[in-house]
């Protein structure tokens, strides 16, 4: 008929902006048969960055090799499933230097590229120092994407915990919506579920978005063959069924959300619990298409843990003061560099058996996950060969790979991470530091 014509000649979001029709419709209609048939295919890319403290074991993680013919070591082990789409950048250090101590600057100024302010937060035998004075790249790339409507999201970032310390101070942030902003992460899985999935306590509010859901979906029917038609009025007699759930107060309104295991309480030993469910989570977010920008921030910089199903006691800020002659003391530490990237593993693992939501491939095909750390080495608190690994296809970057440089600033690397979703700034953070562009050889 003539509406379908019309579909052929147009993209499925110029028709339907053309005709008037909201984002709460969306979802109804995108997937109808004459609407997929004139879709253009679009990557959605992601960026997700995790964050764990306290430095590594440099001879228990970095790759003696370099290149594609590399050997993990231990502490990257759990890894090896996922070594085709990993990416270890070794060299790349954090050199921005003023207030604060390494462990405040090292988590302030990992994602923003830029001094602390001067501030009253006194840390070690440095100076004191305040909040980190720009923006980080995870929210310099979600507004990028928020300005776009094409890649435009509910929420634009999401920003999970795992018992990060219930206090605001230099060592518990690392995401800034700007200078002397810092955005504080979810570490309660119950409070990220009712963010993402909470009841509309405003009926009225919610009954007027389904009206105009509802009037959309009658003019999207009259453009559209039988075939859609007969979609379309399945999706209406949910729009109305919606509608009688609101009015009896019995259910709440949306798709289906995941169930949480009840009563895992903030505490130490539910850690691991703990890390499951915020990634079950960050994944089901996506699959929804609420973000495409996430981080996951294990504790804080000085990060105190103790790793009691490890069979490990000491807190792990501790045992990363203790020196290279404790055997002991670095072979916990690695194992503890080992459960994290466990959890690295896992949430690759989940976003590579979750087909991307319309589109071809598997979700980790188009994330790009970074896992980093605010030291490279605990006991010398050193800023340099900050761990930077990358796993999955989101940016772009050839991964399978081994790579080594010489004391490359990190601000290159946050101008990659920029570049790889087409947001071609010249410079992030300190411009000193962003000399040459991106971090070279990584594509």
Not at 73 to 91: A, D, R
Not at 132 to 145: R, V
Not at 178 to 205: C, H, T, V, W
Request: net charge neutral; hydrophobic share 35%; charged share 25%.
């Amino acid at each position: 008929m003539g509406g379908e014509s019309v579909l052929y000649r147009k993209t499925r979001r110029d028709f339907l902006q053309g005709l008037g029709v909201g984002a709460a419709a969306m979802p109804f209609v995108l997937n109808l048969p004459s609407l997929a048939q004139a879709a253009e295919p679009v990557k959605r890319q992601r960026l997700i960055i995790m964050f764990s403290p306290d430095g590594v074991v440099p001879w228990n993680f970095w790759p003696d090799e370099e290149g594609e013919n590399f050997t993990f070591k231990e502490s990257m082990k759990p890894l090896e499933p996922f070594k085709k789409q990993t990416l270890i950048v070794n060299g790349v250090c954090d050199r921005i230097r003023g207030d604060g101590d390494s462990h405040m600057r090292g988590i302030g100024c990992l994602l923003t590229g830029i001094e602390l302010f001067p501030g009253n937060v006194q840390g070690g035998g440095d100076t004191p120092a305040g909040w980190s004075s720009g923006i980080s790249i995870d929210q310099e790339i979600k507004n990028y994407l928020q300005s776009n409507p094409a890649t435009k999201t509910r929420f634009g970032s999401l920003e999970f915990g795992v018992m990060v310390p219930d206090r605001a101070d230099t060592w518990t942030r690392m995401s800034y919506s700007g200078g002397n902003k810092p955005i504080a992460p979810i570490d309660n899985p119950y409070q990220m579920f009712n963010k993402l999935y909470g009841r509309q306590k405003d009926q009225e509010s919610l009954k007027s978005v389904l009206d105009v859901l509802k009037s959309d979906l009658d003019k999207v029917r009259s453009e559209v063959g039988a075939q859609d038609r007969q979609i379309l009025d399945e999706h209406t007699t949910l729009v109305r069924d919606v509608e009688r759930e609101l009015q009896s107060t019995a259910k709440d309104m949306g798709h289906a959300v995941p169930v949480l295991e009840a009563g895992i309480k903030e505490e130490n030993d539910n850690i691991p619990k703990i890390s499951k469910l915020q990634i079950d989570l960050m994944i089901n977010s996506f699959q929804a298409d609420f973000a495409r920008v996430a981080s996951l921030q294990f504790t804080n910089s000085v990060g105190q843990a103790r790793f009691r199903w490890l069979n490990i006691q000491e807190g792990q800020h501790d045992l990363s003061h203790e020196p290279d002659s404790n055997a002991d003391a670095q072979t916990k530490l690695t194992k503890i560099n080992s459960w994290y990237c466990e959890q690295l593993t896992y949430l690759a693992k989940r976003l590579a058996e979750t087909p991307e939501p319309g589109g071809q491939g598997n979700m980790l095909d188009n994330t790009t996950i970074l896992w980093t750390n605010e030291l490279g080495k605990g006991n010398s608190h050193t800023q340099d060969n900050i761990p930077f690994v990358l796993v999955g296809g989101g940016l772009g970057f050839k991964t399978g790979r081994s790579l080594k440089y010489q004391r490359m600033p990190h601000n290159r690397l946050l101008l990659a991470l920029a570049h790889g979703f087409g947001h071609r700034i010249e410079k992030f953070g300190n411009p000193d530091f962003c000399a040459g562009g991106p971090l070279p050889n990584l594509t």
